[in-house]
């Protein structure tokens, strides 16, 4: 089975930084993009980043770029993100999810994801 | 930029058929997938590739996908399906729609 298991959300006033893993198991992580999606309270999902398996490729949503860095190590089958400069705004359940190839397509879908990890911006 | 439109919400009643839509801009020319959300827990795929369905998906779910607009259709609801829907697509980058809620009642 597939398990995908977020961990290090937590309360951050603004500007400061934070660190979420995503730990997986059940399958050959190495050998697929992995991606991290976000939905604050009440409100929709986001797209917020995607890796691609080997690490080399990563792109981000506009609103994150430049201060979340999505790294993997495949050694330990684990996703991270760092994040800082942190703004309220960035509030939200933050979901790791598994790709279906090792690079970032178009014809990719997000399957499964994880329970998700809260991160809470305020001062 | 690219966006996918849902409507906010979706009401049915037990039994019946249920369609929720998803617009963009020559969205038929592109992969759209479907993915439900109860309260409290994570989403779940409920449709790939437009109107594939993972094992373990019951065959009253399933999509379609023309010109600008993609559906899920659910038939026969039950209110088990009660909950969110989100239809996800590409452009340069992964997009979600809003939403929509559904309620079985």
């Known amino acids: 089975e597939v398990l995908l298991l977020e961990s290090g959300g937590g309360s951050v006033e603004p500007g400061g930084s934070l660190r979420l893993s995503c730990e997986a198991s059940?399958?050959?992580?190495?050998?697929?993009?992995m991606s991290w999606v976000r939905q604050a309270p009440g409100k929709g999902l986001e797209w917020v980043s995607t890796?691609?398996?080997?690490?080399?490729?990563?792109d981000y949503a506009d609103s994150v770029k430049g201060r979340f860095t999505v790294s993997r190590d495949n050694s330990k089958s684990t996703l991270f993100v760092h994040m800082s400069s942190l703004r309220v705004e960035d509030t939200a359940f933050y979901y790791c999810?598994?790709?279906?190839?090792?690079?970032?397509?178009?014809?990719?879908?997000?399957?499964?994801w994880g329970q998700g990890t809260l991160v809470a911006v305020s001062s | 930029s690219f966006e996918l439109t849902q409507p906010p919400s979706v009401s049915v009643s037990p039994g019946q058929t249920a369609n929720i839509t998803c617009s963009g801009v020559?969205?038929?020319?592109?992969?759209v997938f479907w993915y439900q959300q109860k309260p409290g827990q994570s989403p779940v795929l409920l449709i790939y590739?437009?109107?594939k369905r993972p094992s373990g998906i019951p065959e009253r779910f399933s999509g379609s996908n023309s010109d600008n607009t993609a559906t899920l259709t659910i038939s026969g609801t039950q209110a088990l399906d009660d909950g969110d829907y989100y239809c996800?697509?590409?452009?340069?980058?992964?997009?979600f729609g809003g939403g929509t809620k559904l309620t079985v009642l």
């Open positions: 999810a598994k790709g279906t190839s090792a690079v970032i397509t178009p014809g990719d879908w997000f399957d499964p």
């Open positions: 059940g399958f050959i992580f190495k050998n697929y993009a």
């Open positions: 890796i691609s398996a080997g690490g080399s490729t990563v």
């Open positions: 020559n969205l038929g020319d592109k992969f």
């Open positions: 590739q437009d109107n």
């Open positions: 996800h697509s590409w452009d340069t980058r992964a997009v």
